[in-house]
């Protein structure tokens, strides 16, 4: 128990006690205890395989809206939420990576880089 709370210390800054309510497909897990203050009541403890490499738009948006109390209804238990056969899956935000979006651009430079004129042979 102690090392757990070590563990959760370490990689989250905050050890908490609560109900799990969820897990998303990435295998974060969704808790809640509204023993605490409302706003800091529901949280997420990221998939282990993501160690200290976590941030917030690892969250799936079916979970986002009850992380930010749009519902109180967890995805699985919302019959309402659409489910269309072209909605993507859920990609986090890849930025300050190398797997960054770059949009392909089709304007022709307008700086060029400079390349020096070749020296003339001299002869001997
Ligand atoms: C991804 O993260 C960058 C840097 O934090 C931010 O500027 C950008 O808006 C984010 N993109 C999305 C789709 O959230």
Known sequence: MALLVLILC?????A??????GVDKYGNKY????????????WVEY??????????????AEWFGWMHYKTDLIPTKDPTRPKYSWMLDHTENM????????PYTTTPPK?????????KATST
């Open 95 to 102: 930025s300050g990576t190398r797997y960054a979006y770059t």
């Open 31 to 42: 808790y809640e205890n509204n023993m605490y203050f409302y706003g800091r009541n529901r």
């Open 111 to 119: 700086i060029h880089p400079w390349t020096p004129p070749k020296p």
């Open 47 to 60: 998939v282990d395989k993501v160690g200290m490499d976590y941030d917030g738009s690892q969250i799936p």
């Open 16 to 21: 908490k006690l609560g109900t799990l309510v």
């Open 10 to 14: 370490y990689r989250f800054d905050d």
